[in-house]
């Protein structure tokens, strides 16, 4: 996920101050880790010196004195280009869970005890995100970013799955490799 | 096995073995299914998951160990017995509703209450408040046919409960849906299950069902896996 572009995206409905910004992204993306700070101001400094953002003065309103940024010709052109581009669609091919799997095999662990254990910590965490997703209170997006969270971990387990069954398979492959 | 909190299983099995012809289908299951609690038994097909939910509805008969509900041996009921407990004490859905295809959806929902001697109109007022508890309220006068496949396992669910078993058996009722329908169905079940505080035996291959349920334990080859390693015994 790319803070640059989400900022910038925000940033392109008006002048906005970092504090607004937080606030809008943590709204906006709540399956999303919250923004700190420190990485909102970081951002929006190097937005300016990249020539997408500038300083369009500040405010204060009745409280302490806030820089407000708008976004620039140059940054709403780059803001179009990352939204049109198409990611990579394969960018899992060599995951963490594969990787234990094989060096549980290599050091003479239990590869298929690893298996259950992830799998049982992905069952927990979907069954917290469908909570979200069947709570009548919740918003669209909410519920939208919690499903996309609930397929990718979906696809995991069936990858799991399909794993735990050919572990004798992939056993004598690392053995004899 | 996990303590799931609860004074004591509603309903337990203890070491199911059954086999069908020369095919082992449980080999020593044993599952207890806490008052109110959602639990999901999941595995792939042919890990006995099925036989697994028929046995401890009563439907099928083991050919060893027991069945307890309730605190009696339901594998040593007779066979009216049972079959009075099934329309009663609970209710079953499978992966495609079975619902009666001459009867509307409100009849269809009314029938068990129907069987048991409730009135007509009684049996239809409860039957319209069970079709509003799914979302299905505007489907009263349509026949299976003409139903979605969603529409008519909604419908099936409210048949299940209305006559407010302790215990729903759902063997893969989303098994014939599509991701938005099963989400609906799924969201309808566990809700108004939670509510009428009805304990539920949800048997399913898809991981995304399972994941409504409270706790979920995986079948292999005929033998129940705990479902946290943690928890198992070292063999």
Redesign the interface.
């Known amino acids: 996920m790319s803070t640059r572009h989400i900022l910038l995206g925000l940033l392109a409905t008006g002048p906005s101050h970092g504090y607004d910004l937080k606030r809008r992204h943590d709204e906006r993306f709540p399956q999303a880790r919250p923004l700190a700070y420190g990485q909102v101001y970081t951002t929006l400094q190097r937005l300016v010196r990249d020539g997408l953002a500038e300083v369009e003065g500040t405010d204060s309103d009745g409280g302490p004195e806030r820089t407000l940024y708008h976004v620039t010709e140059a940054g709403a052109r780059e803001l179009s280009r990352w939204a049109a581009e198409i990611a990579p669609p394969a960018p899992f091919v060599t995951n963490e869970i594969f990787a234990k799997v094989v060096v549980a095999i290599l050091s003479g662990g239990d590869p298929a005890?690893y298996l259950?254990?992830q799998?049982?910590a992905?069952?927990r965490r979907?069954?917290e995100?469908?909570a979200v997703?069947?709570d009548p209170g919740s918003d669209l997006a909410t519920v939208l970013s919690a499903d996309f969270a609930?397929?990718h971990?979906?696809a995991d387990?069936?990858w799991m799955?399909t794993t735990a069954?050919r572990l004798t398979t992939l056993t004598a492959e690392v053995d004899a490799a | 096995m996990k303590n799931t909190g609860t004074p004591g299983p509603l309903l337990s099995a203890n070491d199911l073995v059954k086999t069908h012809g020369a095919t082992p289908a449980l080999r020593g299951a044993s599952l207890s299914l806490g008052p109110g609690e959602i639990l999901a038994v999941t595995g792939?097909s042919g890990s006995g998951k099925s036989t697994l939910l028929h046995c401890m509805a009563g439907i099928v008969r083991p050919d060893e160990g027991s069945v307890t509900y309730d605190g009696r041996r339901l594998d040593r009921l007779p066979e009216k017995r049972l079959s009075e407990l099934r329309r009663t004490g609970f209710g079953v859905v499978f992966q495609f509703g079975q619902l009666v295809p001459e009867l509307t959806a409100l009849d269809n929902v009314a029938l068990p209450l129907l069987l048991a001697g409730t009135s007509r109109p009684r049996a239809h007022e409860q039957a319209r408040d069970w079709l509003e508890r799914f979302g299905a309220h505007d489907l009263a006068a349509l026949r299976p046919g003409q139903m979605s496949g969603g529409q008519a396992q909604r419908t099936a669910l409210a048949r299940a409960l209305i006559t407010g078993p302790k215990v729903v058996f759902a063997d893969e009722p989303t098994g014939a849906l599509d991701s938005l329908a099963a989400?609906q169905v799924?969201?309808a079940l566990?809700?108004t299950a939670r509510e009428a505080g009805t304990a539920v035996l949800l048997v399913t291959h898809d991981?995304?069902t399972?994941?409504?349920?409270?706790r979920?334990v995986?079948l292999l080859d005929g033998v129940v896996?705990a479902?946290?390693?943690?928890l198992e015994v070292a063999p």
């Open positions: 005890a259950r254990a799998r049982a992905h069952m979907m069954r995100l469908t997703t069947s609930l397929n971990l979906d387990l069936r799955t069954a | 792939a989400e799924m969201t566990a809700r991981a995304r399972a994941a409504y349920a409270d979920e995986s896996v479902e946290d390693p943690a």
